[in-house]
């Protein structure tokens, strides 16, 4: 797993000989270093050249009294830093500042009094606020509970819920994802919460002693810290979850060594490269058992490439009355949700399928790549399609194409080559499934259910609607089945959801009862 190209980008070559707590690469290239162990004003911090040398340019002035312990860059170039300092350049500043590009500190972020604790984690958000971690109990003398968000200009910010945060028991590390949750690391695992600061459900992630946390274009996410095990499962220091927490069984130490011995010592700090490989720094001095002082570079693919499924159909309750596109009045109308909604549906996803969630930006595509809704994905036996093997939640366009959730890339499956059953799910919709197991592996396989010529499992799985192909509209309660009266039947879940007895009353929202039989 370790890169053996990186050696040369030892720290202490160049007069580092302490811990290295966080790591930020910059646009250019450069990085931020944050750690003990440097001298005069590049104590705590350094910024240094892609080779590893010190870049002198980076200006602190009298320098920084004490540990930086994270850092984070703002849109405009400047750095949020957080630790255990109380001044910067001889400016009173309690364990959270921030520097302009040049180092130089920026008056303008104003802390006050700051938290009472170490900051150890420092986070931005979309809109500008900043997410402040560590075992801290206040912020300027108010209840912050391990967890703060602050404004902009320093002072924290009270719509944000940090009743969440109480139970955080000192935040160790954070990431956000693309959809605005933000992954929050603990004494005791890592939680994921929404945007106003509560606890996410779908998301369960049992591992101590967490220390960065970092999320992948593809919704993987890296943890590291002085673990042991992920869920139950080995991993030594270092370790990749799925989107809903699940150990991600491509992403593991070499062995031999065991798992438990791939990292001696704590990983502080992680960063994804363009090439798709992270660098790692912490307190460690070996990589599977090749020596690796404090930095190392490891290779971030999976043991084998992920299979790809180019499925295509068309959801028979979003049609117009004449066939060619589905309609996008949920996206339109901004009812759907950025995270997949399956998962809240009781449905039975398998590890690594669900907790998934997509950017606003997603949403915002018109014409007939514009999203209509969250699909499920599953991939079964080809021995027994009742045994279902994979899960995955995805999205729905217009035109019937089936993408991951960036809204344009074909559906992965992080599974070995083989023949698999595919069949695709909706929440207000009959599923169908390939007749016949299907050949799939890392080169894309297109399965399109809008055409007669791709059969299906069982009788009449589809609708013909003007020939093309469509998933039958009106399973409003998830069953299987769709039924007008008797028990369990479709009509009432539809009638219940908009209040009682009157079938003209109208509720607003995502919701998996809500139809549309226009078609």
């Keep these: 797993m370790v890169d053996a190209t990186g050696q040369s980008m030892g720290l202490d070559d160049y007069g580092w000989s302490g811990g290295v707590y966080d790591l930020l690469v910059l646009p250019d290239g450069r990085f931020l270093c ?51 300092f109380t001044s910067v350049d001889g400016v009173p500043r309690n364990r959270v500042a921030r520097l302009h590009p040049d180092g130089a500190l920026d008056l303008s972020f104003v802390p006050g009094a700051g938290p009472n604790g170490n900051v150890e984690k420092v986070l931005l958000l979309p809109d500008g ?14 209840a912050a509970g391990g967890l703060v968000c602050l404004l902009p200009d320093g002072t924290m910010d009270p719509s944000f819920t940090t009743g969440g945060g109480s139970a955080l028991g000192g935040l160790s590390a954070s990431a956000l994802q693309a959809d605005g949750r933000i992954l929050a690391a603990r004494t005791n695992g890592v939680v994921r919460l929404h945007p106003d600061g509560t606890q996410d459900g779908s998301f369960q992630c049992a591992v101590g002693n967490v220390r960065t946390v970092v999320v992948a274009p593809d919704g993987r996410i890296l943890i590291g810290g002085g673990f042991n095990f992920v869920n139950g499962t080995a ?22 060594p065991a798992p438990l011995t791939s990292f001696m010592y704590t990983i502080y700090s992680a960063a994804l490269l363009p090439d798709g490989k992270y660098v790692v720094v912490g307190t460690f001095g070996m990589v599977d058992g090749v020596g690796r002082n404090r930095i190392a570079r490891v290779f971030g693919g999976n ?13 028979g309750g979003a049609l117009p009355s004449v066939p060619g596109v589905m309609q996008d009045g949920l996206r339109a109308g901004g009812l759907l949700p950025s995270a997949e909604p399956y998962t809240d549906l009781a449905f039975p996803h398998l ?61 992965p499956f992080f599974m070995p080559p083989g023949n698999y059953h595919v069949s695709i799910r909706h929440r207000n919709h009959l599923g169908c499934m390939s007749a016949s197991p299907i050949a799939l592996s ?78």
Excluded: C
């Design 34 to 84: 944050a750690g003990t162990g440097g001298w005069g004003a590049y104590a705590y911090l350094q910024r240094r050249h892609s080779s590893g040398t010190i870049d002198s340019t980076f200006n602190l002035g009298s320098g920084i009294n004490s540990r930086v312990l994270a850092m984070a860059r703002q849109p405009d170039g400047k750095i949020i830093i957080s630790g255990w």
């Design 351 to 411: 590890p690594g399928g669900g907790g998934m969630g997509s950017a606003t930006a997603v949403f915002n595509t018109t014409g007939n790549n514009a999203i209509v809704d969250w699909v499920v994905l599953e991939l079964r036996a080809a021995g027994d399609p009742s045994t279902v093997v994979a899960t995955r939640s995805a999205l729905i366009q217009r035109d019937g194409d089936v993408v991951d959730v960036d809204g344009v890339s074909i559906v």
């Design 235 to 256: 991993r030594g220091s270092l370790a990749r979850v799925f989107a809903d927490g699940s150990v991600d069984p491509g992403f593991q130490s070499s062995s031999p």
């Design 129 to 142: 606020r900043i997410l402040l971690g560590g075992p801290f109990s206040l912020y300027n003398g108010m």
């Design 442 to 519: 890392s080169t894309p396989t297109t399965i399109d259910f809008r055409t007669g010529a791709t059969t299906t499992w069982g009788t009449d799985a589809r609708k013909n609607v003007n020939g093309t192909m469509v998933l039958w509209p009106g399973d409003a309660n998830f069953d299987h089945e769709v039924k007008y009266t008797g028990a369990n039947s479709d009509r009432d879940a539809v009638l219940l959801r908009v209040g009682g007895a009157t079938p003209t009353n109208v509720v607003t929202g995502y919701h998996g009862e809500d139809v549309n039989l226009d078609g």
């Design 303 to 315: 043991a084998a490439s992920p299979i790809r499924v180019s499925v295509k159909a068309m959801l």
